[in-house]
């Protein structure tokens, strides 16, 4: 099929069916263009299509992590918990692609594996790994920050006998691990979710922990029918108060975000910690401002969640363990459901790795020095190649066939982190540097997903062919982003998150979202406005 205005086969191809592929895709079919989905999957729903681990569950209010785009969908949906479970999310997806008829556009099972911009026609060439080879005068890549898992390459990793499992790729038929010896590697959200799960079926757990983190409780509850009425009275308000939200959510609790945390005196410190806690989720996070910007402030967050272990955990070497020494926040928060109550039970050990990594995985198990432990299953929960691992790899080639992955090489380099100089007419929806992970990610998708739209309205309507930023606005975007985070204590030397890529060896550590969707969107807006300023448009 040759679309009729461009001779090239669609005018836009979308990689990923995730949150980001289908509302780009739904956008596409509003405004009429041509438009192919590939995605390896074969179903929707990016990352909750392929994170099905045991426990794994949203940790934004499901009222909030949901497309605001359509009145009706947002009516008629029903979420049955307060922060729901993957299966409800995938179903959620699943609706939304029949809802809006956009399987048609959609290739399954198909990984896209190059795409090479065509500077004759200023279009791009993408082909997969299914053998196709197509045309698009825009190429947009909405493949997720954490969707390429990290795979780390422990000595032995592929000689061991037992199951092993990624909790990123986790298999769809499920898991059994009734009577199952069960090693697990990590202790970040994945495996803070799958760790009380696993330990209920398993004869045995033993957790890998080479950083403790900090984990809230979600006091997730069934979905409270009079609060739910009262959003979907006023849904839309609702979402205008949480998009001038820093990350986008939490109108609801900006109430309690008081003044700085060293200004009180300290019961009065433990007091509102305390409510904080209680309330569940990322309030504790957000309710004082300075948490993220002061050391000493931190450290009284930090503090009292430390205490909230040792009074979970019974064991006090474990609970001590157990106990974080980073700075909160530095990572991001993770929100459970009973996981330090989860090291009390007899079946489940917990090894600090943190001074002595792994040094083998056997056959039939791991060892660290003279203590090899024997498994009947292994579970990575070792987190993504976060950002840019899906981005860069795809082969993509942009002018002068220069590769995404030498012009990135120092770190990624974007202008509003949707476009990167060198790639016109390419757009990455939640891409570094801008602030996807910080926010509720699907303010976020909506935001660049209509930015985008709108650009290629605005192309069209004016007679442009191609889109492309200038250095000096990616340049000038790069050092914001930058101080930005240095503004922060994300970027603390001891901090290795992925945030920085220092949770993969060899990536470049640099700081890679950017905070403050409010600010972020207004910029957006106003380059927008003034013309697409930044952007040289043929
Ligand atoms: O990955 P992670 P994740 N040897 O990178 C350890 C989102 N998410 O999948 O901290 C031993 O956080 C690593 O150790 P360290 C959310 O944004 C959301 O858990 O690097 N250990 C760490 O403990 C989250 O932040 C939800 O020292 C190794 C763990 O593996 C993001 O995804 C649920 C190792 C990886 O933790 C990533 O979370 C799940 C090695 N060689 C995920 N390599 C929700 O709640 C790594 N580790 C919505």
């Known amino acids: 099929m040759t679309d009729k205005n461009t001779s090239t086969d669609f005018e836009v191809v979308i990689v990923g069916a995730g949150f980001a592929g289908l509302y780009m895709l739904h956008k596409m079919h509003e405004a009429g263009r041509t438009a192919r989905v590939y995605e390896a999957g074969s179903g929707v729903g990016g990352t909750w299509y392929w994170n099905r681990y045991p426990g794994a569950r949203v940790?934004?209010?499901?009222?909030?992590?949901?497309?605001?785009?359509?009145?009706?969908?947002?009516?008629?949906?029903?979420?049955p918990e307060k922060y729901s479970a993957q299966?409800?999310?995938l179903k959620y997806a699943n609706h939304v692609a029949d809802r809006f008829d956009l399987r048609?556009?959609?290739?399954f099972g198909t990984r896209v594996e190059s795409a090479i911009f065509d500077e004759e026609t200023s279009s791009w060439d993408v082909t997969t790994d299914q053998g196709d080879s197509v045309k698009a005068q825009f190429f947009v890549m909405a493949t997720g920050c954490l969707s390429a898992a990290n795979k780390p390459d422990i000595p032995g990793r592929d000689n061991f006998s037992g199951d092993t499992y990624y909790t990123a790729t986790w298999p769809k038929e499920g898991v059994d691990f009734t009577g199952k010896r069960v090693?697990?590697?990590?202790?970040?959200?994945?495996?803070?979710?799958s760790t009380p799960v696993v330990a209920e079926e398993a004869e045995s757990l033993t957790v890998y922990q080479r950083t403790a983190s900090y984990s809230l409780p979600s006091n997730n509850t069934p979905t409270d029918p009079e609060f739910v009425a009262e959003i979907k009275a006023n849904y839309s308000d609702f979402r205008a108060a949480n998009r001038k939200m820093m990350a986008g959510t939490g109108a609801q609790y900006a109430a309690m975000l008081n003044d700085p945390i060293l200004t009180y005196s300290s019961e009065e410190q433990d007091r509102l910690l305390e409510a904080a806690w209680d309330k569940g989720g990322f309030t504790f996070a957000s309710v004082f401002p300075d948490v993220v910007t002061d050391y000493d402030a931190n450290e009284v967050a930090a503090n009292f969640a430390r205490k909230k272990i040792a009074e979970i955990v019974e064991d006090e070497a474990t609970a001590k363990l157990l106990m974080p020494d980073i700075v909160i926040g530095c990572k991001r928060m993770i929100i459970d459901s009973g996981y330090y109550e989860t090291f009390n039970k007899p079946n489940v050990d917990l090894?600090?790795?943190?001074?002595h990594p792994i040094d083998e995985i056997t056959e039939s198990g791991i060892r660290i020095g003279d203590d090899h432990r024997e498994f009947d299953a292994i579970i990575f929960a070792t987190g993504f190649d976060a950002?840019?691992?899906?981005?860069?790899?795809?082969?993509?080639?942009?002018?002068?066939?220069?590769?995404?992955?030498?012009?990135?090489?120092?770190?990624?380099?974007?202008?509003?982190?949707?476009t990167t100089v060198g790639f016109p007419n390419m757009f990455v929806v939640t891409g570094p540097g801008s602030p996807s992970v910080l926010t509720n990610m699907i303010v976020s998708i909506e935001q660049h997903v209509e930015w985008i739209d709108e650009c290629i309205n605005y192309m069209d309507d004016n007679e442009f062919s191609t889109i492309d930023a200038s250095l000096p606005a990616q340049d000038a975007w790069v050092d914001h982003v930058n101080k930005e985070a240095e503004n922060t204590l994300r970027t603390d030397p001891n901090c290795n998150s992925w945030y920085l890529g220092a949770n993969v060896e060899g990536k470049t550590r640099v700081?890679?979202?950017?905070?403050?969707?409010?600010?972020?969107?207004?910029?957006?807006?106003?380059?927008?406005?003034?013309?697409?300023?930044?952007?040289?448009l043929v």
Not at 104 to 107: E, S
Request: charged share 25%; with cysteine.
């Open 387 to 418: 950002m840019t691992g899906a981005i860069l790899n795809v082969d993509i080639r942009g002018r002068g066939g220069e590769s995404i992955r030498d012009a990135w090489h120092a770190g990624p380099r974007t202008y509003l982190g949707l």
């Open 511 to 536: 700081f890679m979202p950017l905070a403050g969707f409010p600010a972020y969107k207004k910029k957006c807006d106003e380059v927008v406005a003034a013309g697409y300023e930044g952007f040289s």
């Open 59 to 79: 940790d934004i209010q499901s009222v909030e992590y949901s497309y605001s785009f359509s009145e009706e969908l947002q009516q008629e949906w029903e979420w």
């Open 104 to 107: 048609k556009d959609i290739q």
């Open 183 to 193: 090693g697990l590697i990590g202790t970040g959200s994945s495996a803070v979710q």
């Open 87 to 89: 299966p409800d999310i």
């Open 351 to 355: 090894v600090d790795i943190k001074n």
